[in-house]
Structures are given as C-alpha cells and as structure tokens.
C-alpha cells in the first residue's frame, strides 16, 4: 500500500477516534460539580441572583452547582478567571456589563469581554428608576427636564458608582434630553439613597429593587422607568419613553456564559436548562421581588445583545472622554 495511502486512513482512524472520544466526553457531561463563578462579592444582590440560579441548575443537570466568588477590578477578576478557564462546561460565569463590557472599554486587561466567552442565556434584567426626593418641585420628567434647562448643572443625581449602570444611565439620560445634571457617585446604592432621601442629592438613577420600598412609602418620587415597558411593581410610573426621552433606556443585565470553546452540546444543554429556569414560575416571582425582568434570548441573541451593549457604552464612554484605549 503506496505511504501516502496508509498514511491518509490513519489520519481518518484517528479523527474518528478523537470524535467518539469528544462525543462520550460530552454525553457523560456533567461528569462532575460545576463551578459558578460569581465576579462580585457575597451577600449583594449579585450572589443572591447567582446563588438561586445555581439551585435551579443542579435540578434540571443533575449535578451540583458550587457558587464561587470572585470580586474586584470592577469584576474583571472572577470574568478573566472564567475566561481562561478549561472549556468543558464545568465552569461557567455570571456576570454583567461590567465584566464584559465597561471596564474592558475603561482599562486594559488580559481578555475580551466578548470574544473570550460562549454566551447562553440572560438570566435577569434590573432596570434603573429615575427617582427624586419630594421637595423636588418637579412630578414629572416635563417638569424636570424644564427646570434643569432653566439652570443646567445645578440639579444633582446621585449614583451607585461611577462607570456602573446607574451612572451611565444618568450620562444616557442627559444626552437624549440635552440636559446638564451634576453627577454624585457613591459607594453603592445604600449611600446613595441616603443622601437623595435626606434631599442633600435631588435625584437618583437607581436600581428598582433599591429604590422600591422607598417609592411605595411616598420617601420618593418616581419620574420614570428605565425600561422599554413598565414596570410590574410601578405600573403608575411611565417608561422614559413615554416620557418623551426615547433610547434612554439602562439597566444592569446578567448573563450567563463560558469559556469560549465550550463544546457545542454542552451549550445547548446549558441553554434548554436556563430556558426551563426561566419558564419556572417561581423563579420569575423570585426575579419580580428582586425587581428584575426576564429577558428570555437565545445564545446568538444574547451575544448580540452584549455587542450591542459594546457598542453603545463605547460611544457613551467616548463622548464622557472616559475611554483608556
């Protein structure tokens, strides 16, 4: 038999070998505990999020789901862990814009918050609420935006963080109305809703499971929600929207992703039992109390989602001057 025969059905041999073998690893898939790594510190909302996810997990894969947390570097730290993690699906990330795509923008680091990651699902969407103290002569976003234009820079918003969420909604929220607010950043939302209940801050751009208790009390007053719809728990309150600032909208999103590589049915195994967590009817009540959103998007969808999101925060980002690269 001529070499370059023998030599090309050894080849075939042995691709058929590695494929059997790729396809026994992925059908014994889980072979073990999965790690769910958690880029933000114990006890905030992020852990309580990730800690539920991963109980409806184990349910429907059969398998444990260990919670691991990775904070710091604006959660760059647990995301670049994930990131240079063996691609079997054992270990997964959730994690939001943060790790993916504001501090990737802001500094340099060792990966691409999109590129490095196989996306499966969004697991919950957390709409911010422009919100203001009651002395505030203003009851709506019209009244507002005619005071702040009436004297610009001379109202302020507080936030739970410069480059978050709640600060980029804010920025958002000046460029679509042509309006100059002077931002107060905080460390978190608790400080934050502080000072804007003592009235030393006039107005908030918060999360809605911070600010709600406090709405529901009349403590504050809420102008509109950050969303494409209202919101379930404020059904009174307008979107920015319907408020006459469109393309406003801002919220903190979590995703769950991994390693990009991971082995196509793996994936498609993870994505049927986020699907199923999503449909439980528990888990939305869970989110509801959270005052987050379901936001049910296939993995190409919600790859598309974060690029888009990239995209947008660059050119927020880039028009505050605050992009490093």
Not at 136 to 152: D, F, I, R
């Amino acid at each position: 038999m001529p070499t370059s025969r023998f030599t090309r059905r050894c080849a075939l041999a042995l691709a058929a070998v590695l494929t059997c073998s790729l396809a026994a690893a992925q059908d014994g898939w889980p072979a073990r505990a999965i790690t769910l790594v958690n880029p933000y510190a114990a006890g905030g909302p992020a852990d309580n999020l990730a800690r539920t996810l991963a109980r409806q997990l184990e349910s429907r894969l059969k398998t444990p789901v260990i919670v691991e947390n990775k904070a710091g570097g604006g959660a760059t730290i647990g995301t670049g862990a994930v990131a240079r993690a063996k691609p079997d699906g054992h270990t997964l990330l959730i994690s939001t814009s943060a790790g993916h795509v504001v501090t990737p923008l802001m500094q340099k680091i060792p990966y691409d918050g999109v590129a490095d990651f196989d996306f499966i699902g969004v697991v919950a969407n957390q709409p911010n609420v422009l919100v203001a103290n009651p002395a505030l002569k203003a009851g709506s976003v019209a009244e507002l935006l005619a005071l702040a234009k009436k004297e610009p820079g001379a109202l302020n918003y507080a936030s739970a963080g410069t480059g978050g969420a709640t600060h980029l909604g804010g920025v958002m929220l000046q460029q679509r109305a042509g309006i100059q607010l002077t931002h107060v950043p905080y460390a978190g939302a608790a400080p934050a809703l502080k000072e804007v209940l003592g009235g030393q801050v006039q107005l908030g751009m918060l999360n809605l499971a911070a600010v709600l208790p406090f709405v529901k009390e009349g403590r504050l007053k809420a102008l509109a929600y950050s969303s494409r719809q209202r919101s379930e728990l404020l059904p009174e309150v307008p979107t920015l929207a319907e408020a006459g600032i469109a393309n406003a909208e801002s919220s903190t999103w979590y995703t769950l992703s991994a390693p990009r590589g991971t082995p196509a049915p793996v994936l498609q195994k993870l994505a049927q039992a986020l699907d199923a967590t999503l449909a439980d009817e528990s888990f939305r009540q869970f989110l509801l109390s959270q005052g987050s959103e379901r936001m049910v998007l296939s993995p190409a969808a919600t790859t598309a989602f974060v690029r888009e999101d990239r995209r947008q925060m660059a050119q927020l980002l880039g028009a505050m001057g605050s992009l490093a690269k």
